[in-house]
């Protein structure tokens, strides 16, 4: 399996963005998907998560909205109302052997090679 992200980019405090990750493979839809990010001199952070539940971190709750669509083999995320500290590197991952979501970073089998996401104030 293997996953492409991309979306990333600049943008103001307030403002939005999607990002989207394209899995190849024939069985996405069994797997579970998430974003994962990461900040500069930060532990990798669950973002949201998506499988036979959907989930998301508190801090972007009401803000970002995760989604799949199967038959094109990709997951999104749509960011809106962003802030400053939302800058990071955004990873996508599948768990390709679970229908379940984790917010553990190491129980997932295939990630992207992340995308930019930098909000000015």
């Known amino acids: 399996v293997q996953l492409q992200a991309s979306g990333g980019g600049l943008v103001q405090a307030g403002g939005s963005l999607r990002l989207s990750c394209v899995a190849s493979g024939r069985s996405f839809s069994s797997y579970a998907m998430a974003w994962f990010r990461q900040a500069p001199g930060k532990e990798r952070e669950i973002v949201a998560g998506?499988?036979?539940?959907?989930g998301y971190a508190d801090s972007v709750k009401g803000r970002f909205t995760i989604s799949r669509d199967n038959a094109k083999n990709t997951m999104y995320l749509q960011m809106n109302s962003l802030r400053p500290e939302d800058t990071a590197v955004y990873y996508c991952?599948?768990?390709?052997?679970?229908?379940?979501?984790?917010?553990?970073?190491?129980?997932?089998?295939?990630w992207g090679q992340g995308t930019q996401v930098t909000v000015s104030s």
């Open positions: 998506n499988g036979d539940i959907t």
């Open positions: 991952a599948a768990r390709a052997y679970s229908g379940t979501y984790s917010t553990s970073s190491a129980n997932y089998d295939y």
